[in-house]
T-cell receptor
């Protein structure tokens, strides 16, 4: 029940927008998003708990569509500092109530 | 402490030796997790501790892997008879539990294990 992330990689110019998708084959209770810069540990961005919920963090926001069993991360007016690998982590109904299952990641490169 | 602390940061060991990796979580975080990340790969779940409950060991890849958490705080991941495929970065994370579900994870900097 590993979530599927798409795209696997994306290259942007500064100021461009990107969308990263995370979908699950099982009903989702919650979705977490993390960013990992090269050689560093993943850093928590946000958690989404309810269907249809949207949250924002600076120019990074996310939505959670419980019905479609998917979440999307939106990066607007991207900055060089946004570069890194983005992971979604999911908790499924009926599965473990504790540990997240992470997708394989989306590598985002922002060029000047 | 202020963050999740892992030691050692790097470990090179010979094939067949045992290794111990240590994790000191954020004080007050009842949940503690171990994940493994191979080069360029995602995060593979290993084991999860929550309070005084029995740990969820469903992600441990073989019986050479074991972990314990003493006093609801520090955790040690032990790998016996290490193999080259065990080479990876071992990440520990901790979190609060909110309504029985994990809040955001705080990850440690990891232990880079190299088996030669």
């Amino acid at each position: 029940q590993q979530p599927v992330q798409s795209p696997q990689a994306v290259i942007l110019r500064e100021g461009e927008d990107a969308v990263i998708n995370c979908s699950s084959s099982k009903a989702l209770y919650s979705v977490h998003w993390y960013r990992q810069k090269h050689g560093e540990a993943p850093v928590f961005l946000m958690i989404l708990l309810k269907g249809g919920e949207q949250k924002g963090h600076d120019k990074i926001s996310a939505s959670f569509n419980e019905k479609k069993q998917q979440s999307s991360l939106y990066l607007t007016a991207s900055q060089l500092s946004y570069s890194g690998t983005y992971f979604c982590g999911t908790l499924n109904y009926g599965g473990s109530q504790g540990n997240l299952i992470f997708g394989k990641g989306t590598k985002l490169s922002v060029k000047p | 402490g202020a963050g999740v602390s892992q030691s050692p940061s790097n470990k090179v060991t010979e094939k067949g030796k045992d290794v111990e990796l240590r994790c000191d979580p954020i004080s007050g975080h009842t949940a503690l997790y171990w994940y493994r990340q191979s080069l360029g790969q995602g995060l593979e779940f290993l084991i999860y501790f929550q309070g005084n409950s029995a740990p969820d060991k469903s992600g441990l890849p073989s019986d050479r892997f074991s972990a314990e958490r003493t006093g609801g705080s520090v955790s040690t991941l032990t790998i016996q008879r290490t193999q080259q495929e065990d080479s990876a970065v071992y990440l520990c994370a901790s979190s609060l539990m909110v309504w029985g579900r994990p809040g955001g994870y705080t990850f440690g900097s990891g232990t880079r294990l190299t088996v030669v």
